[in-house]
């Protein structure tokens, strides 16, 4: 059988054969909402750090206890890097959507946002816990797992509601999850006995699922969020390097933390309460 070449045939006859597109015009005819924005790379870094926060907490505190080889000062620092590469997946989060609506955003920004976050603020903390329920001497690792999940599965939930409950502008339902994971490692990071600390962290996870309000880090608040993060990671260097009164500094800094995390909920449920209450006085008010 003859194969026929229908390029010098079509040349022969003088016939129009279209020309293939080079490959860089591919990339000009690529839409927009596949293409990452500045606020997406930003987004990308945030679901890296929270990554390499479940592999320092593997490599310099889980494997060293199951070899054998454990070395406080390691271990020490592992964590305390880990944590940090939570704070800044935080740092990553805050200004993501600040970057998005001084600039643009792609259309995949929601989703690249809400995935990031699962990693560093579902996964990392979770894995943090589990792992402290096999390390700690006084932990039941069983329990500790299902601990865990709980974080997990609260962290699942709550991003979820986030994509598809619309509220009013200026808050969260439910607590944010870069500060409801901060919260569950500060309380890891107390070494409270083992029944105290397994309640705080349910406690830390049922909030994430509530529907107390919290406002958003916006103007002051955002500049206040982002000083507290640099304070707690010179908090957790104080304590990886052994500086002295790095101990209580960092146990100051976790209470801080869990004491923040009781006290928004009571402020937002006293301001609820409040504001039915002038809506009722208006109500009876406005009756004949």
Same mark, same amino acid.
């Given at each position: 059988?003859?194969?026929?070449?229908?390029?010098?045939?079509?040349?022969?006859?003088?016939?129009?054969?279209?020309?293939?597109?080079?490959?860089?015009?591919?990339?000009?005819?690529?839409?927009?909402?596949?293409?990452?924005?500045?606020?997406?790379?930003?987004?990308?870094?945030?679901?890296?750090?929270?990554?390499?926060?479940?592999?320092?907490?593997?490599?310099?505190?889980?494997?060293?206890?199951?070899?054998?080889?454990?070395?406080?000062?390691?271990?020490?620092?592992?964590?305390?890097?880990?944590?940090?590469?939570?704070?800044?997946?935080?740092?990553?989060?805050?200004?993501?959507?600040?970057?998005?609506?001084?600039?643009?955003?792609?259309?995949?920004?929601?989703?690249?946002?809400?995935?990031?976050?699962?990693?560093?603020?579902?996964?990392?903390?979770?894995?943090?816990?589990?792992?402290?329920?096999?390390?700690?001497?006084?932990?039941?690792?069983?329990?500790?797992?299902? =601990?865990?999940?709980? @974080? &997990?599965? #609260? $962290?699942?939930?709550?991003? !979820?509601?986030?994509?598809? %409950?619309?509220?009013?502008?200026?808050?969260?339902?439910?607590?944010?999850?870069?500060?409801?994971?901060?919260?569950?490692?500060?309380?890891?990071?107390?070494?409270?006995?083992?029944?105290?600390?397994?309640?705080?962290?349910?406690?830390?996870?049922?909030?994430?699922?509530?529907?107390?309000?919290?406002?958003?880090?916006?103007?002051?608040?955002?500049?206040?969020?982002?000083?507290?993060?640099?304070?707690?990671?010179?908090?957790?260097?104080?304590?990886?390097?052994?500086?002295?009164?790095?101990?209580?500094?960092?146990?100051?800094?976790? =209470?801080?933390?869990? @004491? &923040?995390? #009781? $006290?928004?909920?009571?402020? !937002?449920?006293?301001?609820? %309460?409040?504001?039915?209450?002038?809506?009722?006085?208006?109500?009876?008010?406005?009756?004949?």
């Amino acid at each position: 059988m003859t194969v026929i070449d229908p390029e010098p045939q079509a040349q022969a006859t003088g016939a129009w054969v279209p020309e293939v597109e080079a490959d860089s015009d591919e990339m000009d005819d690529m839409p927009l909402s596949t293409r990452l924005s500045i606020a997406d790379t930003l987004t990308l870094g945030n679901a890296t750090c929270g990554f390499m926060a479940v592999y320092f907490t593997t490599t310099g505190v889980l494997i060293p206890h199951l070899t054998g080889s454990e070395d406080g000062g390691m271990a020490r620092h592992s964590a305390a890097t880990a944590v940090m590469l939570m704070l800044l997946a935080s740092v990553f989060d805050l200004f993501d959507g600040l970057v998005a609506r001084k600039l643009r955003s792609s259309a995949m920004g929601a989703e690249l946002d809400n995935l990031s976050d699962l990693i560093s603020f579902g996964l990392a903390p979770a894995y943090f816990v589990l792992v402290w329920g096999m390390v700690a001497d006084d932990a039941h690792q069983r329990v500790s797992a299902l =601990a865990a999940i709980v @974080v &997990l599965l #609260a $962290v699942v939930l709550r991003l !979820a509601r986030f994509s598809c %409950v619309t509220l009013r502008d200026g808050i969260f339902q439910g607590m944010p999850s870069p500060f409801g994971a901060l919260t569950v490692v500060s309380i890891v990071l107390l070494e409270l006995p083992f029944v105290p600390t397994l309640l705080a962290i349910v406690g830390v996870a049922w909030l994430m699922v509530s529907r107390v309000e919290y406002p958003k880090p916006r103007g002051r608040l955002a500049v206040a969020m982002l000083g507290w993060i640099v304070l707690s990671m010179g908090l957790l260097a104080a304590w990886a390097f052994d500086a002295p009164g790095g101990q209580l500094l960092l146990q100051t800094g976790c =209470a801080l933390q869990l @004491v &923040l995390g #009781a $006290v928004i909920p009571l402020f !937002a449920t006293a301001r609820r %309460v409040n504001a039915f209450r002038d809506n009722r006085r208006e109500a009876r008010a406005a009756q004949p």
